[in-house]
């Protein structure tokens, strides 16, 4: 017997291997025309470990100070060996990774999976949406830089609109009434030890429930008789699949961070003013176009309260959007068609014209 | 001949607290709320750490904003106010004019731009006049402005008395 095996059967003798893997070995995943969407929350949380390596690698080096935070960051690229592209992967997989995100969440919701029984299953990926996004938020200062310190700025005084818990939600956030060293040491320690502990607790909770509740079929395919349809087995023919496009995804994340290596830009100055062009990563242009265009005060309330309101309750009823459907009875499938359809042309549209206006 | 044994009627008070029942819920009552108590003596100290401790709000009435002949007329400059930046700018005719380059609307630092002649905020687009007043876009309220003193060769910046 050769070594390998030895091994495998002292554990299998332990653990029963074949009983360990029997939930994996067994599932099955839907065979029909929208079975690729299935690759796209797998292909997210490839990227998910991209960046956890990735963020490893920068840790080894980065310094989480207001003197020292830029210079480290100016050290990794410019004199650590091929640390222009371990900070140029980080930074392209983030934003391939908050894409795949949307993408993922958008397909579930045209496909509705959403439904009974899996409400959970969509909940507790959107509370990885916002991990996300609260990873790139968190993220996007540690280089302390001019667009790095004003987006976190704007971004901190946004949640400090809000009526009652808005000020303390600023201290909270800024660690002082400032975006100062405070505020780098705060979003340091959340966006490399408190945001990957609830990420990677979630991810599991996210895939139990997805191992028990199995691939949904989209209703539309469900009435085409599907039901009595084909399937693949996940292991090893479904899985290779997902190792195929997880290979494709790493090629194009390669090019990308080879081809245009991110920039580092000026360092912050508390007291310059802001750059002409400023703007926020792609995936807050929606929200940075809406607070543009709001106006000053509506019905004798500032604006900007208007919009962290919205935003807030934008994001509370998409969350909860599996529940509403099944309130609005008959009409709900309807309504729910036309609200993902509705969301996805206002952020695609808003975040257009940012882009093409700032 | 079987004996059938009556229980006397609780009239007591006392008695009907015994009963199992409710002796249950009084120490579930208890314990729940020890156990609250000693949730709450953690939560609490948690939440107040997380918060930080409010600075010292050092009211800052005056700064140095540069000295005379650094602007050219038509031009601008910030400077520290406090803990706070603030604009100086030169206008066209040579007098000085200064007021906080923190936007009103979400805390972005303000710009003078010399085409318009007009303070600019890169962030959301927003604009005032040369007296800080509030002109287009979302900013909610004017800047506020400074006195400005020259005092030899330096340039004095000082809040205002009546604001």
Known sequence: MSGPEIV??????????????????????????????YLLGGVTLFLFGVQVCTGLLLLLYYRPSMSEAYES?????????????????????ANLMIFMAFAHMFSVAFLRAYRKPRELTW???????????????????????????FATKVGTEVPGRMPVIGHATLLFMRGGEDVGGATLARFFSLHVVVLP?????????????????????????????????????????????DVMTWSVALMVLLVLAVIFPVELGKKADPFGSAPAGIRPE????????????????????????????????AGALWVALPLLEGRLGRNGSRWARISVLGALVYLASTTLYAYFTT | MATKVVSPPTSDPSQQLLKPKSRRK??????????????MSLVYPLVRYLIPPAEA????????????GELKPN?????????????????????????????????????????????????HNGRYDLNGRNIQGPPPRPLVTFDVKLRGEEIHVSRRQDA
């Open chain 2, 75 to 123: 031009s601008a400059k910030t400077f520290r106010f406090g803990t706070h930046p603030a604009l100086l700018i030169r206008l066209p005719n040579g007098e000085y004019q200064s007021m906080s380059a923190v936007c009103t609307h979400l805390g972005c630092t303000v710009q003078y731009q010399p085409g318009t002649q007009q303070v600019w905020c890169p962030c």
């Open chain 1, 73 to 93: 960051v100016q050290y990794i690229t410019n004199r650590v060996a091929f640390g222009w592209l371990v900070r140029s992967v980080h930074a392209w997989s």
């Open chain 1, 123 to 149: 909940m507790s990926g959107m509370v990885l949406l916002f991990l996300c996004l609260g990873f790139g938020f968190s993220g996007y200062l540690l280089p302390w830089n001019m667009l790095s310190f």
């Open chain 2, 26 to 39: 009084i120490l579930r009552f208890l314990m729940g709320g020890s156990l609250a108590g000693v949730w």
């Open chain 1, 282 to 313: 792609w995936y807050f242009l929606s929200q940075f176009q809406t607070l543009r265009l709001l106006p000053a005060t509506i019905l004798h309330i500032d604006g900007e309260v208007i919009g962290a309101l919205a935003f807030g309750l």
């Open chain 1, 8 to 37: 495998r059967q002292w554990i299998d003798e332990r653990v029963d291997l074949r009983e360990m893997f029997a939930p994996l070995m067994e599932k099955t995943v839907p065979r029909h025309r929208f079975s690729h969407w």
């Open chain 1, 197 to 241: 502990a609830i990420t990677a607790s979630m991810v599991l909770l996210h895939l139990l429930l997805v191992q028990k509740f199995g691939m949904s079929v989209p209703p539309s395919v469900e009435k085409e008789g599907h039901r009595f349809g084909s399937k693949v087995k996940f292991f090893p023919n479904y899985f290779l699949r």
């Open chain 2, 57 to 68: 709000n050092v009211a800052t009435n005056e700064a140095l904003a540069g000295a005379v």
